[in-house]
């Protein structure tokens, strides 16, 4: 299976062309600028037309409009909100945490953790300052998925590899709002 990881999109979504092909779109949050329920249609229009089998999305700090939002009606059956709950794709369990909700509530057994948050220490460093999610990096450690998939941080995209989890910031925009050409692509086995 392959995955393509996009994350801080704020409302650029539609300049996103030439997209890896995948198996999954995962994206981790900030979809919108100011979190209104005009730009979240604008993005789940967009989401759910692109070309691929299964697509997941979290919210982000700027997505307030969907902060308490417990589901979301009528999406298609390929498409996951995962807002503090999981989906199996392949026997691959996928798992999203909300923004600036309780770690605690990721389930004890995740393949692949999807949140907008880093933890921190790890790709989050932006001005000399750490803004990864002490807690969340702690209950990462704890769960050992083979992916923790997150954005958040804009100037740190990258991948790195500590024990047995592969981390990913999928930021697509960097603290000036320019597009980033490359995009992170996993193939799962």
């Keep these: 299976m392959k995955i393509l990881q996009i994350s801080d999109t704020h409302n650029r ?4 062309v030439d997209l890896p092909m995948a198996d999954v779109i995962v994206h981790c949050g ?14 789940l229009n967009w989401f759910i037309e692109l070309p691929y089998r299964h ?8 997505d307030l409009c969907l902060w308490d939002a417990e589901n979301i009606e009528d999406l298609p059956d ?5 807002q503090d709950r999981g989906c199996v794709i392949d026997n691959t369990i996928f798992w999203g945490l909300a923004y600036n909700h309780n770690v605690n509530l990721i389930a004890d057994k995740v393949d692949v953790l999807v949140t907008h948050e880093p933890p921190s220490m ?8 750490h803004w990864g999610n002490v807690p969340l990096r702690n209950r ?7 992916y923790h998939l997150f954005g958040h941080e804009h100037n740190n995209q990258g991948v790195v590899k500590d024990g047995n989890t592969i981390f990913a910031n999928g930021a697509v925009l960097d603290d000036h709002y320019k ?6 692509l996993f193939t799962y086995i």
Aim: hydrophobic share 35%; proline share 2%; net charge negative.
């Design 13 to 16: 979504h539609q300049q996103l």
């Design 30 to 43: 900030d979809f919108t600028e100011y979190g209104t329920e005009k730009e979240v249609l604008d993005f």
């Design 55 to 62: 697509k997941i999305f979290v919210t982000g700090n700027h």
């Design 78 to 82: 390929n498409v996951y909100f995962l």
């Design 122 to 129: 790890i790709l989050d460093e932006s001005y000399n300052t």
């Design 140 to 146: 990462v450690f704890q769960i050992n998925p083979r």
């Design 179 to 184: 597009m980033r050409e490359k995009f992170n």
